[in-house]
């Protein structure tokens, strides 16, 4: 079950692979993000060292969180993968020119998992060409719509 999409990343990038990526979360994110009150729309993964983490995701603390935390909406979180993964991304990025964009928060097993993708950054004439085929595609949707009346 998806908790949180970044359809953003779809019309920046063009997604290659994808990676699923646990999360190193405080209890009150938790419980804020099954409360559905995070944003990843403007997010990215970095790599630093043998490690990847995730800026820029808003996790908006509850108001019932606890007097003994101090809620960071913006803080670092670190994710977590196999280390044969972290060094085969490290290589692209640092190769081949490719980004790391968290794709999408879900459930998975009770715990909550970053969908990150490995992308190539679309030019202009790209986004143009994408948004034209999902117009066209909207049109011809319609235009069943009408003739099944």
């Given amino acids: 079950m998806s908790i949180a999409d ?3 990343a779809f019309f920046d990038y063009f997604i290659e692979d994808r990676y ?3 999360l190193m979360l405080e209890g009150w994110e938790v419980k804020a993000i099954r409360d559905g009150r995070v944003n990843i ?3 990215y993964v970095v790599v630093r060292g043998d490690e990847l983490f995730l ?7 509850l108001s019932t969180a606890s007097a003994f935390s101090h809620p960071e909406a913006l803080r670092t979180r670190k994710l977590l993968l196999h280390r044969a993964e972290i060094d085969k991304l490290r290589g692209k ?7 790391l964009v968290p794709l ?3 459930f ?8 990150v993708g490995l992308a190539k950054g679309k030019k202009q004439h790209d986004k143009r060409a994408t948004e034209k085929d999902r117009d066209a595609k909207r049109e011809v949707q319609a235009a069943l719509k009408t003739h099944k009346r």
């Fill in 55 to 61: 800026f820029g995701a808003h996790i908006s603390a």
């Fill in 104 to 106: 999408n928060l879900h």
């Fill in 41 to 43: 729309k403007e997010a």
């Fill in 20 to 22: 699923e990526a646990g």
């Fill in 93 to 99: 990025v640092e190769r081949s020119g490719y980004t």
């Fill in 108 to 115: 998975k097993g009770g715990r909550i998992k970053c969908e």
């Fill in 6 to 8: 970044n359809k953003k």
